[in-house]
């Protein structure tokens, strides 16, 4: 009945009429994290609108997060996508609720950090390190850097959630999470490849819970920085 609640004030406040404009899939998901829409829009008053793609892009992913006119725009990419649920696959299917919630958290937490007017900010006291010259920095590994950062402040925020939310479920969430996370031996590291932070959280435990849900993942965030390459 909660979920229910929770499921129907989305769709309200993302201005979407009812639940039959959307698929069964996009339910599903939508549904699996309303607990994080809901901490997101009313508690922590965040801009998220939540938007369907009509038809997929061949290289989208099911769900990711753009910022448009100061808003957070959370983009599910699923109709038309054959590989929409590939992420899930080999998850339990009692299980795959709580990765599709540990998704929805991850990008709030960038959202939050957008919001926060942080985005591609390194925290005080942390700096690039010096650089020969401006020309020898290539724009495109900067930006790799940059990006890679922020997924691993995300991750980090949806370990968080599910250490408060879903305590007896953490390990598995975070093995799962690890896996996604895991590089090919093949390919060449890239924008998330954030396992420098998740191995940070092997357990619940290294989150302080008496601290507010993104102070919880900064104080990890920072551990990790001090370990990049």
């Not at 590939?86 to 950090?113: F, K, N, S, T, Y």
């Not at 925290?123 to 920095?137: H, N």
């Not at 990006?147 to 949806?158: K, S």
């Not at 479920?169 to 590291?189: D, E, I, L």
Request: some cysteine; hydrophobic content about 45%; overall charge negative.
């Amino acid at each position: 009945m909660i979920k229910r609640a929770l499921f129907l004030l989305l769709l309200s406040s993302a201005g979407l009429a009812s639940a039959a404009q959307l698929t069964d899939m996009e339910t599903r998901w939508l549904t699996a994290g309303s607990a994080v829409l809901a901490y997101a829009k009313q508690e922590l008053k965040l801009p998220v609108d939540i938007t369907v793609q009509p038809q997929a892009r061949a290289n989208d992913v099911p769900l990711a997060l753009g910022f448009q006119d100061g808003r957070c725009k959370l983009v599910l990419s699923m109709r038309g996508n054959p590989k929409a649920e590939d992420i899930l696959a080999g998850v339990p299917a009692d299980q795959q609720p709580l990765m599709i919630e540990a998704m929805i958290a991850h990008e709030i937490g960038h959202c939050w950090r957008y919001a926060q007017g942080v985005w591609h900010v390194l925290p005080a006291g942390f700096e690039e390190r010096a650089q020969a010259s401006l020309e020898q920095v290539e724009a495109q590994a900067q930006a790799l850097r940059e990006t890679r950062r922020e997924e691993g402040f995300a991750d980090l925020v949806a370990l968080a959630w599910t250490q408060q939310r879903h305590p007896q479920q953490y390990g598995a969430v975070a093995a799962w999470m690890r896996q996604v996370r895991q590089p090919s031996p093949s390919v060449v590291a890239g924008s998330h490849s954030t396992l420098a932070w998740l191995q940070l959280a092997p357990t619940g435990a290294v989150f302080d819970r008496g601290q507010p849900l993104f102070e919880q993942a900064a104080g990890l965030w920072r551990q990790g920085l001090l370990q990049e390459d």
